[in-house]
């Protein structure tokens, strides 16, 4: 596939089996199929989690941050395969390592995650993440996860 590709929603849920409101990833940017890519989160009040977290103070909890870390991860590892609407796979999360929080994130935000293979085992694949708002560093994190078919 080539270089620089640009993935819109409906691309991303033939990548992922994630769902509203659970899928947090709006928007693809390979760089470099199955290596290198950015993904885009448009955050709004109107995300569930904002209304509980916390009420006169919303901020995108940091576990969520690191979710749609790792869904960006997935779908840069899925860009590489060219059957990925044909085949059933799945990324499951297997660790999460090296974890920071830097900024909050609010509503508002245009949550941009970076995230690049750093090693890869057979369907084992590490990625360093990095997240960021306004080109600020927002959160970053070492992703573990494996692609099975179902």
């Known amino acids: 596939m080539a270089e620089n590709k640009i993935y819109n929603i409906d691309e991303i849920m033939k990548m992922l089996p994630h769902r509203y409101p659970f899928l947090l990833v709006d928007r693809l940017e390979v760089e470099v199929p199955g290596e290198k890519g950015i993904g885009l989160k448009n955050l709004t009040m109107n995300e569930l989690f904002f209304q509980g977290h916390f009420p006169g103070n919303p901020i995108m909890p940091g576990v969520l941050q690191v979710e749609a870390m790792a869904q960006t991860a997935g779908c840069v590892v899925m860009s590489a395969m060219e059957d990925f609407a044909e085949k059933k796979r799945s990324v499951l999360f297997m660790a999460v390592d090296n974890v920071k929080f830097r900024k909050p994130v609010r509503?508002?935000?245009?949550?941009?995650?970076?995230?690049?293979?750093?090693?890869?085992?057979?369907?084992?694949?590490?990625?360093?993440?990095?997240?960021?708002?306004?080109?600020?560093?927002?959160?970053?994190?070492?992703?573990?996860?494996?692609i099975i078919e179902e």
């Open 107 to 146: 509503p508002g935000d245009q949550l941009k995650m970076h995230v690049e293979k750093v090693k890869m085992h057979r369907n084992i694949f590490v990625f360093h993440g990095v997240s960021k708002v306004d080109d600020q560093v927002v959160s970053e994190a070492d992703l573990t996860a494996m």
